[in-house]
């Protein structure tokens, strides 16, 4: 729809020019046609607002801005030219038309990089909800930061709308992290999914490390460009192991202690039924918050993250209080433990806390690949180790397979890595397996089995 929506306006903008082209008109008379035609194209624009694909959402709150500044200044330029019988030179109307070409090319851009996604289909029994938080973690110092401020971890909830008529403390809690550059949409289906089969999902956004968020003054936090400036240099094959294991290192500290803090102050919360002065949330948000503190159940909390937040729960998942953990297709870097004479060296602990790998094609085949070289990879040595270890791959499946990236906005999706699996098949199957384990392991619903690939 946006793509016809931008066709109209384009066609407009080359009819109007041609016509002004190849007629001589004074500079006062083509000021008025120029606001007729501004007008003409916002009252497109109104009109299939009444059609599905087409809204005032941010894919096309651009292009609704352009449109009406677009008319406030043609009003203007015709009241600048009411007298002006000079006329309009044909270099000048071109001008105007390219002009206008990329302006609106520019205010659709969201909607051609962003599709009209509205989530997939939950199979659980309740209708979801969400509410935010932000927790303040007063024993660090905001390392990306040079004012002193405190460390701040954002909170999303996804849980059972009519959460006040559940048994108390009967929803098992799980909490995730994002990828590097993600942000906490980014596996919104899959909370979706767990909260309309009676869990409570805390997803997480580690400021600075994901793409955008905001702190507790409502200041947009946008990643920071030295952690992309490292994520680069860690692709060079040219770096070190120690140099690489130095920086990552850096990375599963922050957001290991982020994990931490939302498992500790979401246990002392529900414990307590209150909300300390750690919390940050709008104050009509309170009671949903309390009511999830009192309805989640504690006892029984699973861990979940992609990529670098598949590794953060993992090494996080060692605590005793945790039930169980999935990591969706990430190099579980917070298990390496240091490099000895250029070998990187893994933590050889039995890993007590039942485990699910879920790999793209591309991470299974590069594991593979590891093991026929003598390469230790430390997804191999925790699963070795794992006394409930589980592992599974989908088939044509790339890293951003494992979000709903590729149905929000395929074309970045493909710029971070996709496979040739069908988008929508891929989530709604990881969707479903990743329930299966929590049920099995949060619920006791049965015996956990999976694929070895799908």
């Known amino acids: 729809m946006a793509l016809i929506l931008f066709l109209i306006l384009i066609i407009t903008e080359i009819g109007f020019a041609v016509f002004e082209f190849t007629n001589r008109s004074r500079k006062k008379n083509w000021t008025v046609k120029r606001l007729i035609v501004n007008g003409a194209e916002a009252a497109v624009f109104l009109l299939m607002l009444l059609l599905p694909g087409v809204d005032f959402s941010f894919r096309f709150m651009g292009l609704a801005i352009l449109l009406a500044v677009r008319i406030l200044f043609a009003a203007l330029i015709v009241f600048l030219n009411r007298k002006n019988e000079k006329e309009k030179k044909k270099a000048a109307i071109i001008c ?5 070409v990329i302006l609106l090319a ?8 962003f599709k009209d996604y509205k989530g997939r289909e939950v199979t659980g029994e309740y209708k979801t909800a969400e509410c935010a938080a932000i927790l303040i973690d007063p024993q660090r110092t905001e390392s990306f930061e040079k004012d002193g401020s405190a460390r701040e971890v954002p909170v999303h909830f996804y849980y059972p709308e009519n959460v006040e008529n559940l048994s108390e403390h009967s929803l098992p809690l ?6 590097a550059f993600g942000y906490y949409q980014s596996n919104a289906s899959t909370f979706m999914e767990l909260a309309s089969h009676g869990y409570v999902v805390a997803s997480l956004d580690h400021p600075y490390h994901s793409f955008f ?3 507790t003054k409502g200041k947009t936090i946008l990643v920071k460009s030295d952690f992309l400036q490292s994520a680069i240099t860690i692709g060079n094959s040219d770096v070190s192991e120690s140099e690489v294991y130095e920086t990552t290192s850096e990375w599963m ?7 931490n803090l939302v498992i500790d102050e979401l246990k002392s919360a529900a414990e307590t039924e209150s909300l300390s002065d750690q919390w ?7 009671e949903t918050i309390l009511y999830i503190l009192k309805a989640m159940d504690s006892d029984r909390i699973g861990l979940m993250g992609h990529s670098l937040g598949g590794a953060t729960a993992v090494t996080v998942g060692r605590r005793e209080d945790i039930s169980a953990v999935i990591d969706l297709d990430g190099t579980m870097l917070g298990e390496e433990t240091g490099v000895k004479d250029g070998v990187i060296q893994i933590n050889q602990e039995p890993y007590e806390t039942p485990l699910l790998s879920i790999d793209s094609e591309l991470h ?5 690949e590891a093991k026929e070289v003598g390469y230790v990879y430390a997804n191999d040595v925790v699963l070795e180790h ?7 791959w989908f088939k044509g499946s790339a890293h951003m397979n494992f979000t709903d990236l590729p149905l929000f906005s395929p074309m970045l999706a493909k710029l971070l890595g996709t496979g040739s699996v069908d988008a929508g098949e891929c989530i709604d199957q990881v969707n479903a397996v990743v329930l299966a384990f929590f049920d099995s392991f949060l619920k006791d619903a049965g015996e956990f089995s999976v694929e070895e690939s799908y």
Do not use: C, N, W
């Open 213 to 215: 968020t905001k702190d």
């Open 253 to 259: 500290d922050l957001r290991e202690a982020d994990m």
């Open 386 to 392: 794992a006394s409930k270890g589980y592992e599974t």
């Open 106 to 113: 520019g205010g659709l851009f969201p909607a051609f990089l």
């Open 364 to 368: 299974h085949q590069d594991r593979a």
């Open 174 to 179: 799980v909490i995730f992290s994002h990828g």
């Open 280 to 286: 940050s949330y709008d104050g009509k948000s309170r």
């Open 96 to 100: 105007s038309a390219i002009l206008s």
